[in-house]
C-alpha cells in the first residue's frame, strides 16, 4: 500500500516525487504516461526543434477552431514522458514579478502571495551565478548562462536598445523589464528538466516507484458518511488494467489540459457535462476546466541575407559537435536565446505586458514548416489576457483527447486583440532598427513592412499561435467556481489534490515552468505540514 499516489511526473509531479519521498517511512507512487527521457534530443537543448515532431514523447493536442482565429485550430504540444513538459520546452527560466503572486493572493489564494512564494523559489533553484536576496545557488533545479548564442540574437539586444529598451541582464532580479540573453534551466550545457533535477537523485530511494507507461483512467473514491474520499487510482500499463489503493493522498499533477479531464472522468466537474458522458457523479464542481488561460503569441518574420542562422546547420552536424567534441556549438543554444520585457502605452500599472522571444531561425508554425534559406523571428506576446476557454470531455475514456476551448482574443472589450495587434507594431519597430541592416532581407511574415492596422489584424488572425502556456482549468480559491482551495485540496472531497499549472489563478508576467516547480515546492511542504 502507497502512502501518496502522484499522477504525471512532469515539472509538478517530479518535484514532489523528490520532497515527498524524502520521509524513509512514508511509501510514494508516481505513474507517469510517457515513457523514460532517455531521448539523446530531450537532453541537447537545441534537441527541442526535433522533439516537436516527436509523437511519443509529446501529447499533440489541438484546440478546437478558434472563432477569432479564422477559425483555425492551434497546436499544443505537452510533455508526455518523465520531465512532462519540463523535457520539451524551451528552457526560459522566469518567474513573473510579485505583483502577479499578490493578485493571485488578493483573488482568495491566501498565502500565495510574492513574499510567501519567493523563498520557494530560491530554494529550487540552483544558479550558477551564486546567490543573492532573488536567488538561490543550492537548489536541485540548474540555472545558468547559454553556452551558445548567435550572432543575430546579438543583433536584437543591439536593435531593442536602439528602439529604446533598456538592456537587463537578470529577468528575474530587481526589474523584469528591458531585453537581455535568457537564464535558462541548464546543468553542464545539457536541459534540467525536473526529471534531471528532482527525479534522478530520487530514483535510487527504496520508498520511490516510478511506473512509466502508465495512463491513469480514474480515481477512485471511498463513499462513507462523509464527503467522498479519494483511496486509489486506475490505470493501465502494458496492456493491463491495475487498481491501486493510496493511504493518504492522490496527487493529481497531470497539467493543465489532463488534470481537468482526469477529475471529470473521476465524476469531479460540472455535473451536467458529466452525466452526458455518462459518468457518475462523485462531486458537482463547475468550475473544472473553466478559467483556462494561455499567451498567444505573434511572430514576425524575415529572410536574413547573410548564412548566419540555424536554419541551414544540418542537424546531425548539430547532434555530432555537441555529443563528440564536449557539448560545444549550436546544440547548446536553446534557440530562444534572447528576449524582453516591455510597458506597453495600454498597461494599467507598472509591470511589463509584453514579452519577446527572439530566435534566429524562422520559426513558422512552430517549426513545422521549414522554409528554405536563412531568417530570423521574433515572437511576442501580451502578459495578462482577459480571454478565458475552457476544457471539456469529449467522451468517458482517458485515452480520448479532451476538447480544448482557448477562445483566445474573445474578451468583451477586445482588449487582448488591441494587445496583440500593439505587439506586431513593436514587434516590426524593433527589427527595423539599424542593428539589422547588416542582416535584414525580405519580410516573410508579414509579407509587408506598411501593414495598417486593419491589415495587421488579418495577419495575426491568420498567424498567431499558442507559446505554450496553459494554466487555470483546477483553479485555486475560495469562491464557487474555485476547484482547490489554497492548500490545493479539491474542493467538497477528502484525499485529493491537484498540484500542476493548472491551479493558477491567472497567468503570471512571464513562461510558466519556474512557477510551477515553485508551486510543487510549496505543495510538498503543505502536505507534509511545514507551510
Ligand atoms: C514546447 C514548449 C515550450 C515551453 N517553453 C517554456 C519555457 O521556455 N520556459 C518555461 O518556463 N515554460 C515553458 N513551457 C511551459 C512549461 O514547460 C509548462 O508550463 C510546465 O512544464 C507545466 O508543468 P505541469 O507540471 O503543469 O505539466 P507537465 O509538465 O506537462 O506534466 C504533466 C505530466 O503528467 C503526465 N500525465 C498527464 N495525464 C496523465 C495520466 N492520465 N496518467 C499518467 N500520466 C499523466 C504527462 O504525461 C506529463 O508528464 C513550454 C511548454 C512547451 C510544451
Redesign the pocket.
Known amino acids: 500500500m502507497y502512502d501518496y499516489i502522484i499522477?504525471?511526473?512532469?515539472?509538478?509531479?517530479c518535484v514532489l516525487a523528490h520532497h515527498l519521498s524524502e520521509d524513509p517511512s512514508v511509501k510514494v507512487l508516481l505513474?507517469?504516461?510517457?515513457p523514460r527521457d532517455w531521448h539523446p534530443f530531450i537532453h541537447m537543448p537545441a534537441g527541442?526543434a526535433k522533439l516537436?515532431n516527436k509523437k511519443g514523447v509529446n501529447?499533440d493536442y489541438n484546440t478546437l477552431a478558434e472563432p477569432q482565429l479564422n477559425h483555425r485550430s492551434l497546436w499544443w504540444?505537452?510533455?508526455?514522458?518523465?520531465?512532462?513538459?519540463?523535457s520539451?520546452?524551451?528552457?526560459?527560466?522566469?518567474r513573473g514579478v510579485s505583483g502577479d503572486y499578490d493578485d493571485w493572493a488578493a483573488a482568495g489564494a491566501e498565502g500565495w502571495q510574492w513574499d510567501a512564494v519567493l523563498p520557494y523559489f530560491k530554494r529550487a533553484e540552483g544558479n550558477a551565478r551564486g546567490a543573492d536576496a532573488f536567488h538561490g545557488a543550492d537548489g536541485p533545479l540548474s540555472v545558468s548562462d547559454l553556452s551558445h548564442t548567435n550572432p543575430l540574437s546579438h543583433a536584437f539586444l543591439e536593435a531593442a536598445q536602439q528602439y529604446g529598451l533598456a538592456r537587463n541582464p537578470d529577468f528575474n532580479g530587481a526589474q523584469q523589464q528591458g531585453v537581455g540573453f535568457y537564464q535558462v534551466t541548464l546543468r553542464d550545457r545539457a536541459r534540467c528538466s525536473t526529471s534531471v533535477a528532482y527525479l534522478k537523485p530520487a530514483q535510487t530511494r527504496a520508498n520511490l516507484t516510478v511506473h512509466t507507461g502508465?495512463?491513469?483512467n480514474r480515481i477512485t473514491f471511498a463513499k462513507g458518511g462523509g464527503a467522498p474520499r479519494a483511496d486509489g487510482v486506475t490505470?493501465s500499463m502494458r496492456g493491463r488494467a491495475l487498481h491501486q489503493p493510496a493511504a493518504r493522498e492522490v496527487i493529481l499533477?497531470?497539467?493543465?489540459i489532463?488534470s481537468p479531464q482526469?477529475l471529470m472522468l473521476s465524476g469531479i466537474g460540472p455535473a451536467d457535462a458529466l452525466r452526458r458522458q455518462r459518468i457518475e457523479v462523485v462531486h458537482d464542481l463547475p468550475g473544472v476546466g473553466r478559467n483556462l488561460q494561455d499567451h498567444l503569441d505573434i511572430c514576425t518574420l524575415f529572410h536574413a541575407t547573410q548564412r548566419v542562422s540555424y536554419d541551414r546547420v544540418s542537424d546531425a552536424r548539430i547532434a555530432f559537435d555537441y555529443y563528440l567534441r564536449g557539448r560545444r556549438g549550436p546544440g547548446g543554444s536553446?534557440l530562444?536565446e534572447a528576449g524582453g520585457f516591455l510597458r506597453s502605452r495600454y498597461a494599467p500599472d507598472d509591470r511589463a505586458d509584453i514579452q519577446f522571444h527572439f530566435v534566429p531561425a524562422m520559426l513558422d508554425d512552430h517549426g513545422r514548416n521549414r522554409l528554405p534559406g536563412d531568417g530570423y523571428t521574433l515572437h511576442a506576446c501580451f502578459l495578462r489576457p482577459r480571454s478565458r476557454g475552457q476544457i471539456v470531455l469529449a467522451s468517458n475514456r482517458?485515452g480520448d483527447k479532451p476538447r480544448i476551448e482557448a477562445n483566445y482574443l474573445s474578451d468583451p472589450e477586445g482588449f487582448d486583440l488591441k494587445m496583440m495587434l500593439e505587439c506586431a507594431k513593436i514587434s516590426r519597430d524593433v527589427l527595423g532598427q539599424r542593428a539589422f541592416d547588416p542582416y535584414r532581407g525580405t519580410p516573410i511574415y508579414p509579407a509587408r513592412n506598411d501593414l495598417d492596422d486593419a491589415d495587421l489584424i488579418e495577419f495575426i488572425r491568420a498567424k498567431a499561435e499558442s507559446v505554450?502556456?496553459p494554466?487555470g482549468t483546477c483553479r485555486m480559491g475560495v469562491d464557487a467556481e474555485a476547484v482547490v482551495d489554497p492548500q490545493l485540496r479539491v474542493r467538497g472531497v477528502e484525499g485529493l489534490r491537484v498540484v500542476?499549472?493548472?491551479v493558477m489563478p491567472t497567468l503570471p508576467g512571464?513562461?510558466?515552468?519556474?512557477p510551477?516547480i515553485m508551486i510543487a515546492e510549496r505543495a510538498a511542504d503543505l502536505i507534509r505540514g511545514r507551510a
Open positions: 499522477i504525471g511526473a512532469g515539472s509538478a509531479g505513474i507517469e504516461a510517457g527541442l516537436v501529447w504540444p505537452r510533455g508526455k514522458v518523465l520531465g512532462g513538459s519540463s520539451i520546452n524551451a528552457m526560459c527560466y522566469i502508465a495512463l491513469v490505470y499533477c497531470g497539467g493543465a489532463n482526469a536553446n530562444a482517458a505554450y502556456h494554466i500542476d499549472a493548472s512571464g513562461n510558466t515552468n519556474a510551477t
